[in-house]
């Protein structure tokens, strides 16, 4: 492959990024990065009633969390209607496509014809053959495409393999609409040949607009981009993950606390294999990614796996890094308590996340884990913490907390020698002592080592925090 290869990631700004749409960008990175190419984004916002703005801000931040870069600034796909309008012209002037004047009336009668006479409802071809100068007063015509009236369409598609279109089946289709807009078949053939698109990756429900697409390519002289379309991403149940599902915009996933690295290795796997590699870096994703690996089948979406990925992910990263994701999600999930307190106490999360960081799945449970370093006392208990402090657990953490006020030294060995010497006197099991400890310095019932969250909220705190629970 040499460095002339282009990919684009074309999306309709009409909602988030979700989730297919970023495996799609994704895919389109990696094999413009792999091949030393380009991958340019087009915004295909000519549906001037369903695109927005906020839309084109989510897309844009989706696919910047995600690591997921384009070259150059992205292209308005409205923006080019001019040169759309253009290329239409010449297909006209060269007699490739032609003005049809039909009313919506004569449309729906063809229908009606086919659907009697067994035929699919496809335009015949009216004005295809007939003078222009037998066109009726003041009717805008469309404008449409002299599709092949027979033979096959072949898609040569790289995941797909050929897939063959009867000719009849795809009727002249309308490239510019009778108010002088182009169609969205239209647009995106004049718009990847312009931008130099070598290479299509984009989802398999636009297959058939492949074969549509060909049509114009090929009418205009032009060379067909190499295709791949990849099969959709699937609900757990085998049902298609719908788009509009809310929980499933990148952003979703970001506030649910999932890394992006996570989430790209995950959506890597979900329609592309490296032999049997689950968990891989986006520089060996690059290194490896070739359109051969794309699958034919369509990949199922499992929360499950996505979750141990994560937690993978979580383990494996650097505290700071961990803490540069947790502070801005503090804001975004509108936690300015916590905000505030991870801010504040930076240096104390940054030394307890290496005991965080096996406990928690997602960023929103390294949250949660950190709270009891900056929590205001009275700490407020959850419910299983709560359990675990009756009036006897109660009792025994006053006690505990007259000898801890004792101690003259606070380093880890000195605690851990007096809360067990503390155990043996009270012939109690270390658990037995460590879990209301823990949830009378934590509120929670699941915390890093006892003894870690002594040293980290320090000897006063810990006795402060003990006085709020003993009885
Ligand atoms: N705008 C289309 C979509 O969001 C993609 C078009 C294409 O990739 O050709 O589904």
Known sequence: MTSSVVTRFAPSPTGMLHIGGARTALFNWAFAKANGGKMLLRIEDTDRARSTDESVAAILDGLSWLGIEWDGDPISQFARVARHKEVAEQLLAEGKAYRCYCSQDELAEMREKARAEGRPPRYDGTWRDRDPSEAPEGVNPVV????????????????????????????????????????????????????????????????????????????????????????????????????????????????????????????????????????????????????????????????????????????????????????????????????????????????????LQPRAKTVVELIDGAQFIYQPRPLPLDEKAAGLLDDDARALIGRLASELTALSAWDHDTIDAAVRSFAEAEDLKLGKVAQPLRAALTGKAVSPGIFDVMLLIGQEETLARLGDIAV
């Not at 000719?167 to 002088?180: K, T, V």
């Not at 995950?266 to 051969?292: K, N, P, T």
């Not at 961990?322 to 504040?344: N, Q, S, T």
Request: proline letters at 5%; a negative charge.
């Open 144 to 355: 449409r495409i002299k599709a092949p009236r027979e033979g096959q369409i072949v898609v040569r598609d790289h995941v797909q393999g050929d897939v063959t279109f009867a000719a009849e089946n795809l009727d002249d289709f309308i490239i510019m609409r009778s108010d002088g807009t182009p169609t969205y078949m239209h647009a995106v053939v004049v718009d990847d040949h312009d931008m130099g698109v070598t290479h299509i990756i984009r989802g398999d429900d636009h297959l058939t607009n492949a074969a549509r697409q060909q049509v114009i390519f090929e009418a205009m002289g032009w060379p067909v981009p190499e295709m791949s379309h990849i099969p959709l991403i699937h609900g757990p149940d085998g049902a298609k993950l719908s788009k509009r599902h809310g929980a499933l915009g990148a952003a979703s996933y970001r506030a649910m606390g999932y890394l992006p690295d996570a989430l790209c290795n995950y959506l890597a796997r979900l329609g592309w294999a490296h032999g049997d590699d689950e968990i891989f870096s986006r520089d060996q994703l690059v290194e490896w990614f070739s359109l051969d690996g794309l699958n034919k089948a369509a990949a199922r979406f499992d929360f499950k796996k996505l979750e141990n990925l994560n937690a993978h992910y979580i383990r494996t990263s650097t505290p700071d890094a961990l803490y540069a994701a947790m502070v801005p999600l503090a804001e975004e999930l509108e936690r300015p308590d916590d905000k505030a307190g991870l801010e504040a106490h930076r240096d104390t999360v940054l030394a307890a996340l290496p005991e």
